[in-house]
């Protein structure tokens, strides 16, 4: 089947229960007025000089992304199908649809993904992609033809909890975070440069600025930080902290010469909210998103520095991967009622398996499929209580109701609770999550044991 009769079919599919609800018939105007408040570019009036501007900007776009353009006749023909006739207004845009988009019956296409949504009941639910091999066949839906990622959580060389995660779709890099401290930049730039070939990260994302976030992008005398090794092409980070540390300023210092050598930097909440070319939504590759949610905390102050973490998810078809930081029990409590989270294929345990964080509250609306933990296992860097260690008796305990696939980077040995002396080897290692969208798996450097089949579960844990 042609590309354009494959998109005009699934549209009319699609399309079949708005079509059900209309009314009467109306023109192509009426089918595109723009909403006043709608942050997402949508279709202008039939003037067809007008429909010219938007294909163009459409094509800038795929230019862009290194995406190949549709001619004007597919696209169109994309855009239009039958809905001349169904009485629903229907929006497209780069990124996912904004609440405030649109009513109930109407369609969205996010012609970044090329994912399709509906709007009912007041949100909008995806409904599949468009694209690739699952259009190809007619179903029009699940997940296929998406391009592949692969997310890394790092291991950091060294005994202590950080986070790193290193996600790769495409010749896009993304950077999650340089733990645990300035000798992690070594190891990070060790493994990183197996993947990336051009010493260019296309995305850098902070999450907050305890010092197992940034340390290693932050570097001092002998370790140079990572900013410095790379190309860091846009950093996104936390919009408040309350933090005067060292290696807090070194961070601010490591970032500002990247931006002057360059980069572009935004924060957070500039993302969510579209602010100047800052984006809620960045296209990854052919059906593969990377998305910013609202936290409360962007904007209001907290004492508990964890609380401001960036958190986002990354969307690969109907796949999920969710990314929060070390956000806590108050963060998630609001996370979940500010955005409209959905299950998540992925989630990486917030703040490395923390008795105060992965809650029921936020559990119960994830219901994650898989969880990844980066944290040294039983170390106690921060208790010698055993039960609450990383990952913690509590945490596990409440994600074990969704999932016991459950994998964590390293583990501690040679542990003395009460001195709180340690030494450190991998459990899983680096662990190394792959998909289409549709195949999934996930490898540990040192093995793909699950956790609970792990020795130091059953002796510590089970
Ligand atoms: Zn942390």
């Not at 079919?9 to 059900?20: M, P």
């Not at 005398?221 to 902290?241: A, W």
């Not at 800052?278 to 949610?293: H, T």
């Not at 969880?371 to 609450?388: L, M």
Request: aromatic share 10%.
């Amino acid at each position: 089947m042609k590309k354009h009769r494959m998109l005009y079919f699934l549209f009319t599919a699609t399309l079949s229960a708005s079509i059900v609800m209309s009314t009467s018939a109306c023109s192509l105007g009426d089918l595109f007025r723009p909403d006043d408040d709608d942050t997402t570019q949508t279709l202008p009036t039939e003037d067809d000089a007008q429909i010219r501007a938007v294909y163009d900007s459409y094509v800038q776009n795929c230019a862009e992304q290194g995406r190949k353009e549709l001619s004007y006749e597919e696209w169109l023909a994309s855009v239009k199908g039958e809905k001349g006739e169904d009485g629903n207004g229907w929006h497209y845009g780069n990124g996912t649809p904004s609440q405030a988009l649109g009513k109930d019956g109407d369609l969205y296409l996010d012609y970044a993904t090329w994912n399709v949504y509906t709007k009912d009941g007041g949100s909008w639910t995806l409904r599949g992609c468009i694209k690739g091999e699952k259009g190809e066949d007619g179903n029009g839906g699940e997940a296929a033809g998406n391009a592949e990622l692969t997310i890394h959580f790092l291991e950091l060389g060294n005994k202590y909890a950080g986070d790193c995660i290193f996600i790769q779709c495409g010749d896009v890099e993304v950077l999650i975070d340089g733990g645990s401290r300035t000798d992690s930049a070594d190891t990070i730039e060790r493994y990183v440069d197996q993947y990336c070939t051009d010493g260019v990260l296309e995305y850098v994302i902070v999450t907050h600025a305890d010092q197992d976030h940034i340390a290693a992008l932050a570097g001092d005398q002998s370790h140079k930080g990572l900013f410095e090794r790379y190309v860091c092409k846009t950093i996104i980070d936390f919009p408040l902290t309350d933090k005067t540390t060292q290696v807090y300023k070194r961070y601010v210092a490591a970032r500002d010469a990247e931006v002057q050598a360059g980069a572009v930097h935004y924060n957070a909440l500039q993302c969510y909210n579209n602010e100047g070319d800052a984006k809620q939504s960045y296209s990854l590759g052919e059906g593969v998103s990377m998305n910013f949610l609202y936290n409360y905390y962007y904007d209001h102050k907290t004492s508990d520095e964890n609380n401001y973490s960036v958190c986002m998810y990354i969307q690969q078809g109907e796949y999920r991967y969710l990314f929060t930081g070390d956000l806590e029990e108050d963060g998630e409590r609001r996370l979940v009622a500010n955005n409209s989270l959905a299950p998540c294929k992925l989630y990486k345990a917030g703040h490395h398996g923390s008795k105060t964080s992965s809650t029921e509250a936020l559990l119960n609306v994830i219901r994650p499929e898989y969880v990844c933990i980066c944290c040294c296992a039983g170390s106690p860097e921060y208790t010698s209580n055993n039960n609450n260690t990383f990952p913690t008796r509590d945490a596990l305990s409440r994600i074990e109701k969704y999932t016991d696939n459950i994998f964590v980077t390293s583990l501690a040995t040679n542990v003395d609770l009460s001195a709180k002396t340690w030494d450190y080897t991998s459990l899983n290692g680096n662990i190394v999550v792959k998909s289409d969208g549709s195949a999934f798996s996930v490898t540990g450097s040192n093995h793909s044991q699950k956790l609970k089949d792990t020795p130091w579960y059953l002796a510590n844990r089970a």
